[in-house]
């Protein structure tokens, strides 16, 4: 794992990054670089019974994250979709200014996913995401928009729209983040809205019945490694707060009755009060 130190001088600011990377740079005194972790934390619930080895992460000259070695992919068995280890599969980040692409590659041939996702980022903080298929004229891109409040995300609005990048529909999912006095996040509630073109929110209650809620406990008192893993889909929810989340409780409602409950702990090795990712 490799370590960044950035000091503040009374005359002189020694910067982390060049100046062309902003948008990118971290404000911790402390930055956390992990260059691999065990796979069991591409789930929260570490779900994998098998041990299929670390995942490696390389970093641009500018502590950017532009390869992610190592996933599980979806193929066909029988009459489910499994979930496999490949660890030929990639991720690959380009970066031009504020705009991050995320392409899927294979380290044994020329093999490109047709599957893509952009991304703004201002001041280290996703503004919008866009997910889409290249081979599909006509089809639903996947777009999500972020909002803060007090330098923290406050809330996200998953939406779709179509080829002419027209909404596809009047509704999207909200999601609201909660934090702790601490600066954890507390809480995740999501549910689906009634939006106009200006992605304004109004719920619908009689249309939509349904909440997921998501809870995180038992925070330690550890430097959070996944902060600068915000662009990794599988990290975001992780790289939000200061310390780690231990206890996950999830919980779905229907017409305001609860219809399904969750609960599951995180495990973590730790080595001088940091968490060992390789474990």
């Known amino acids: 794992m490799k370590k960044l130190f950035c000091f503040l001088l009374p005359f002189l600011l020694l910067s982390c990054t060049d100046n062309n990377d902003d948008d990118f740079n971290s404000d911790e005194n402390l930055l956390i670089l992990p260059d691999s972790f065990n796979y069991r934390f591409l789930s929260e619930a570490n779900i994998w019974p098998m041990d299929y080895g670390l995942i490696k992460i390389k970093y641009s000259e500018n502590n950017l994250p532009i390869q992610v070695l190592g996933d599980f992919v979806s193929l066909p068995s029988g009459h489910r979709i499994s979930s496999v280890f490949d660890s030929t599969r990639y991720e690959e980040y380009q970066y031009?200014?504020?705009k991050v692409l995320r392409l899927k590659k294979n380290t044994i041939d020329s093999y490109v996913s047709n599957f893509r996702a952009e991304f703004v980022v201002e001041n280290n903080k996703i503004i919008s995401s866009k997910e889409y298929h290249i081979s599909k004229i006509e089809g639903l891109d996947t777009r999500t928009k972020y909002f803060y409040q007090n330098d923290r995300l406050s809330k996200k609005i998953i939406y779709w729209t179509d080829s002419s990048n027209n909404n596809y529909s009047d509704y999207g999912i909200e999601s609201i983040y909660y934090f702790n006095a601490k600066n954890n996040l507390d809480s995740i509630i999501s549910q689906n809205v009634v939006l106009d073109a200006?992605?304004?929110?109004?719920?619908?209650?009689?249309r939509f019945k349904t909440k997921q809620v998501k809870i995180l406990k038992n925070y330690d008192n550890s430097k959070n490694p996944f902060k600068q893993l915000y662009l990794l889909d599988r990290f975001f929810d992780r790289s939000l707060s200061v310390n780690n989340y231990r206890h996950v409780i999830e919980k779905s409602y229907y017409d305001g009755v609860?219809?399904?409950?969750n609960e599951f702990d995180i495990l973590y090795f730790y080595e001088n009060n940091e968490i060992d990712l390789t474990r």
């Open 96 to 98: 031009n200014g504020n």
């Open 258 to 261: 609860l219809s399904r409950h």
């Open 198 to 206: 200006n992605l304004n929110t109004n719920y619908d209650f009689d």
